[in-house]
Each structure stands twice: as structure tokens, then as C-alpha cells.
């Protein structure tokens, strides 16, 4: 599955060349503050059966400060739920993570796998990135990261290197410029052939708001720069950032490549991410995450589908909070269809051959309101009664058993 939360935390698709970005703590950003994550369940689509198999699952554990000091890989093997790899993370009293080890389950115990060790100066910035593998014995050197600064925390450059056994051997350089607000405009890449040459640079412009409009990116040919491609960006009043669009330079001109557009809710939580290819002259759908949030703002599900002359599901994931949550407790995600939408007064429910007793249905509002939860039995079927609602956007979340169904209609 291709990640709808990293999407959403670094929502940049397209965009080569990306460099490891310091990163103080291993918080979640998409959750709540008092909320703390416990743990994650993951599905994959069985086009034959026609329903969500079990695909693995992760046990999170918290600190007092909310940092995650440990996560716990499962996978489902058909049968039962195994052990296969954890991650235990360190921190400082400023809540910088200073060690990440991962291990990986033999069948009866934990291995050392990898680690990686990370250093800050006296002003809190990142400024080294150790990462060593383990040869059963002891630690062996593996890649390095070396970032300087400038009085405003930017980073300055940033230094790769490889281990090649006895020596590190250069990798990549990367340069920052930035303009009088601190802001990047320029990040030049260069790689090592004896001395240092150039390779791409990204230029950046911003617009009225200060946000990023434009990432031009050219690539060095001989003794110049030439385009390659360049996401132009688009936000809405809230500023959050709608759409990415890319195109790719072809004999001098910009010809449509591919686009992402996100959508929000009333708290600017991203519901929605669709992206699209430009083939034969039109915009193809290729993909969508669709994304469910609980009251305090907590993504508490996604559903990955990809268009073959429909949405078909690929993946899907729920995201537990707080409480411990076993196996059995753990809902797969799938979305149905609502009916008449937009509706007036009565909505139905569209979920094939799902038993209609003991149905529990959630309906949401955009800012995360609970405004109607029931029961279904024989006695009302699969319709709900919504007249009282205003007009508007809702989600809906109906659970059934160890299954989740959810969906959205609009109240007119």
C-alpha cells in the first residue's frame, strides 16, 4: 500500500530528489494531542473472494510526552497472526529521537537488524545521521548524514556518504539558498566524480500568501541547466494545499504529466486524495485514499482504491487511539454506497448482501460532530431517517461485527 498518511504528512508526490528532512521527535502529526496512538490494523482487497483479508497489523507504545518508543510489525499468514520485526526508539529531555533500533523475530527471540543513531547540537538542529546494519556480531557503518545550519536553523547543506568498508566514501552534497523570510528558493544537488559536480537543482517561488507556487526542476547536461519538470501548487482560503500538478519539459515547451487534488474537511483534515495521468489529450483517474476521522480529529481509517472504469479496493487500514485493542476488536474498512445522494429526508443504505440486524450507523458532520447514531434492525431496514439534519456534507460509519463500512452522502 502505498501510504495515504505519509501523503498526508509530506503530501509532495512527484517530486525527485528528496532529502532527509530532520526530524525531532517521532510523534504522528495527524493525531490529536491528547489522544495517544495504539495501534494500526491493515487489509488487502481479495478481488476473488470479494472481501478484506487480514494483511498485518502494528502495536504502537507511547512515552508521557506522546513520543512512540516502540512499534511491533505482525503479519497474517492466512492462519495466525506472527511476529515479525520491532522498532524501539530513544529519546533525549528535549524529546529529540536519539537511537532507533530495529529488530526482527527468529521464531523465538529478537535480532539486532539495523540502527540508526542521531546527534544535535546545542541548539537543537539535527546535525549528524549514523545508520549501521548488524553482521551478527557487532555493528557495521553503513550510510552517514552531516547538516550544517544557519542562525535561523536553516539547513545550509547537507552531506551523504556510503561506507565502502574502510572508508566513507562521498555520496551526494545538497546546498540551501534562501530568501530574506527565510524561506528556500533554491536547492542545488551535486555528486562526487573526483571533485564535486553538478547534477539537478530545484528552484522554488512562492506567491502572494508565501506559499509554494512553483518547484522548477532542472537537471545539468555539459556545461548548463536544463528543465526537467515542475509541480505548480494550489491552495485554498484556508491555505491548505488543493492540488499538485506536474509537467514535464519537452523540447521547450510543458506538457501535462499527472495531478493530485486533496480535499478537506471542516478542520482542514485532508479526506481525500485523487490522483490523475494525462493520457491522449485527457485526465485519467488513477488512484484515491479516502480517509475517516473521529471526533477529536483522529484519522481513524483509510481506504486505498485504484479506477479501472470504477473504484476498486486495494487496500485499507484503522487506526486505533487510547485503548488497548486486540485482534478480534479490529475493524476492516469498506466503503458503501448511499442512496438517494444527495438526499432529503431519507437515506438508504447500499451494502449487498450485509445483514441488516444489530447494525450500528455513526452519521458526522464535516467538523467531526457526532450528529446521529441508531440502531438498525428488521423493524427499519437499511434506511435512516435525516430530515432533521441541515444542509451539508456528512460521513457515515456503520459497523457490523469485526467489519467497518463507511461513506458519505450530501443533505440537501
Known sequence: MQDFLEKSIHPNPGLSSTIPIPNNTRELSWRSAGDRLDS???????????????LGKTYYTTDDAGNIISEEYWGWDGIQWNKLSRETLTYDASNNLVHELTETWNGTDWQNDEQTIYTFDSNQDLIHRLSQTWNGLGWDNFFQFTYTYDNSHNILTLLTQLWLGSEWAPGTRHSFTYDGDNKLILRLVQSWNGEWVNNIQILHTYDGEGNLAIDLNQQWVNDHWEDSYRNLYAYDANLNRTLIHIQIAVDSMWVDDSRFIYTYDGFNNIINLTSHQYV??????????????????????????IWENGWMNQDSLHIYYTLATGSSDANPVELISLYPNPATNTLHINSGDMPFENLTVEIYSTSGKNVLSTVLNASNGKQINIGHLTAGTYYVLVRNGKRLYQGRFVKI
Open 40 to 54: 494500526l490494523y491493515q487489509w488487502t482487497w481479495d478481488i476473488v473472494a470479494g472481501e478484506w483479508q487480514y
Open 280 to 305: 491522449n489529450d485527457m485526465w485519467i483517474l488513477v488512484d484515491q485514499f479516502v480517509a475517516v476521522y473521529d471526533e477529536n480529529q483522529n484519522r481513524i481509517s483509510e481506504v486505498y482504491q
